[in-house]
């Protein structure tokens, strides 16, 4: 089976350029583990494909190699960091990726392009031949395909510890005692406060996406979290990861011409640190955050968000109004960020359309090593989804 890899995750013998010219023909000569656990399975690797420099945006563009375009619209973006292998699926160059995430970048892109993706619970795959790994809390690496039963595959074969990722090798690959298999499944679903506005499209989908696994039997409502309304996860994650992946970005630019770097790299190491006092506070909302989520999956098996605020946007736009709001772009995160800050495992799958043709993904969220509950309710939510089929029209116009 062939596969394509983002340009941050080392390859044996094939450049991993990181998006930068400061990595232009970099070579590694090891396979990151994903990488070699794929081949070992028997995947081959077919290509490499764009980032963001450093893999830091929410759209894939870079000095090195360019811009990656999405191939509903080429005018729109396939989002970042991992878009240029969301767009490789979409349009049907590769039947399965490895992308990786630090806040949105394997969710995100998989919903601008309307294919399906999952960041594990974090510590499930190893992170061992990628970079960055600083934050090394909050980075993932997942699987990206066009069907739930190949994201499944995948990830059947990139879990377990390397012996070489302190993080994998710590964590406890256990879902405890589960449910009863008498007892039906029970979902909660939110748009609500403490995720940010949605457009009415997406919240729509949502809803939808809610109501068809009602249909199926599963034990569906609406619920809200309070841990998010107390405690906005997006502030929280910017607080914490500024300050931690500031070093490993100045390392990697000393000595380095301007002209070497994107705007990306300059405006991360031009923010301001964070103060003691803010960042233990951070700390303490990211612990709280988990609070809240571990007192929701004791009731439920899972809870449905939005991934996107909105449909894939054009390229360049740096403020979006949504349902009357006005905000800027990082905003784009603020569904997906609290599963990293949580490291709650987390998939995306397209269950809609935009009215101009875009498609609108849900967010499926688990507790902790609970993804088969969130693959398997992705899998009843494929089989009927209305949207199971289309793909872009490669010519750039949208349907």
Do not use: C
């Not at 969220?365 to 949207?387: D, F, M, N, R």
């Amino acid at each position: 089976m062939p596969f394509t890899v983002k340009d941050s995750i080392d390859t044996a013998g094939v450049p991993t350029q990181r998006g930068s010219p400061i990595f232009e023909g970099r070579t590694p000569e090891t396979d990151a583990t994903s990488v070699a656990r794929l081949k070992n399975a028997g995947g081959v690797l077919l290509a490499k494909t764009n980032l963001p420099e450093f893999s830091y945006w929410i759209e894939s563009d870079n000095l090195l190699s360019g811009r990656t375009n999405n191939p509903w619209d080429l005018e729109r973006t396939p989002g970042g960091s991992s878009g240029g292998e969301s767009a490789a699926i979409a349009a049907g160059m590769s039947p399965l990726g490895l992308g990786t995430d630090l806040a949105i970048s394997v969710r995100g892109p998989a919903a601008q392009t309307g294919i399906v993706s999952l960041k594990a619970t974090h510590g499930l795959v190893p992170m061992t031949g990628i970079w960055p790994r600083a934050p090394r809390r909050f980075w993932h690496v997942g699987p990206m395909a066009r069907s739930v039963r190949d994201l499944a595959l995948a990830v059947s074969q990139l879990a377990g510890p390397d012996g070489l990722d302190a993080f994998v090798s710590s964590a406890a690959f256990s879902a405890g005692p589960g449910r009863s298999p008498d007892r039906p499944l029970r979902v909660g679903w939110m748009v609500g406060p403490g995720l940010g506005p949605v457009d009415p499209e997406v919240a729509a989908t949502v809803e939808a996406a809610a109501d068809a696994l009602k249909g199926l039997g599963v034990l569906v409502e609406p619920v809200g979290l309070p841990a998010l309304e107390r405690d906005f996860a997006l502030d929280v994650f910017n607080r914490l990861h500024v300050m931690e992946m500031k070093p490993a970005f100045r390392a990697a630019t000393a000595g380095r011409r301007e002209d070497e770097l994107y705007k990306m790299a300059k405006t991360m190491l031009s923010l301001p640190d964070t103060s003691m006092d803010d960042y233990i506070e951070a700390e303490q909302a990211a612990e709280r955050l988990r609070d809240g989520y571990a007192a929701y999956f004791r009731d439920y098996d899972a809870l449905i968000t939005q991934v996107l605020p909105i449909p894939a946007h054009r390229h360049g736009v740096e403020q979006f109004v949504i349902d009357g709001q006005t905000v800027d772009a990082t905003y784009l995160q603020a569904a997906t960020v609290p599963l990293n800050v949580t490291g709650l495992p987390g998939l995306s799958m397209r269950f809609g359309t935009s009215t101009d043709g875009m498609p609108i993904n849900v967010q499926i969220i688990g507790g902790w090593h609970a993804e088969p509950t969130i693959l398997h309710l992705a899998s009843l939510l494929e089989e009927v989804s209305p949207v199971r089929g289309p793909r872009p029209n490669l010519l750039g116009s949208s349907r």
